[in-house]
């Protein structure tokens, strides 16, 4: 568990953008959407709902990877529409399950499709935080060869967040994979260079350095453990934190 650090306010950061990967949303099944999981998560983001302005981005690994289908013969443009559209489902799902919650929320795409969501214009997103809303935007970048991390922290220089929140099945950032070999040593703090120095696997490359040119601090969790975004979003709990050294 981490100590609080000094020299960050966590009570001071308004706006949050959420960036969730697609996988945490399978929960119990193999592929695709667990609905109990969906609710746990939208549950969380409508507690921390209450104190912040929410962003979202989430991926669409859990039932399309661009890259994965490049690697097996898709055409790679083809195969990240496919994974952008992959993004929209996802955006949709936790839009229904965080209305449950009675908490106000728009989809948002890169991607025009209006009978479904609405278009990105960053004047209409932040129009929507102003009303009290949740925001979830969807579709990446709308662009291929961008992952949604990229998209992310894109967004979030948009918006004017404060912080990047990563949610993912790992409760921060590790010298080594914490699931191949027990010697894995945590970070509670680390920079954006030696993220990017070291091959940290917790975002591409353009994702972090994005977020370092913008001095975007991001703190990574498990969006897995109950109640987490809550927890982490006052400073505690198991997190680590990317910021400039």
Request: aromatic share 6%; hydrophobic share 40%; net charge positive.
């Amino acid at each position: 568990m981490n100590k609080l650090l000094p020299h960050l306010n966590f009570k001071s950061w308004k706006r949050i953008m959420l960036k969730l990967s697609g996988e945490v949303l399978v929960g119990k099944k193999k592929y695709g959407l667990d609905p109990d999981k969906l609710s746990t998560i939208a549950l969380d983001i409508s507690k921390v709902y209450k104190h912040k302005e929410i962003c979202i981005v989430v991926g669409g690994g859990n039932i399309f990877r661009g890259v994965s289908g490049a690697a097996k013969g898709i055409d790679r443009v083809t195969a990240d529409g496919m994974g952008m559209l992959a993004t929209v489902i996802n955006a949709l799902a936790l839009q229904n399950a965080i209305e449950k919650n009675n908490v106000s929320t728009r989809v948002l795409s890169a991607i025009p499709m209006q009978t479904i969501c609405e278009p990105f214009i960053k004047r209409r997103a932040i129009r929507h935080l102003e009303k009290g809303r949740v925001i979830i935007l969807a579709a990446g970048t709308g662009n291929p060869y961008f992952s949604t991390d990229t998209a992310a922290t894109l967004r979030a220089a948009e918006m004017n967040c404060d912080v990047i929140f990563k949610g993912t099945s790992v409760d921060g950032v590790y010298d080594s994979d914490p699931n191949k070999s027990n010697k894995s040593k945590k970070y509670s703090k680390v920079s954006y260079k030696k993220v990017l120095s070291d091959n940290l696997k917790v975002m591409d490359s353009s994702a972090i350095t994005l977020a370092r040119d913008n001095n975007i601090p991001m703190v990574v969790f498990s969006i897995l453990e109950n109640k987490s975004f809550y927890t982490v979003s006052k400073g505690k709990g198991s997190y680590t934190l990317i910021s400039e050294e």
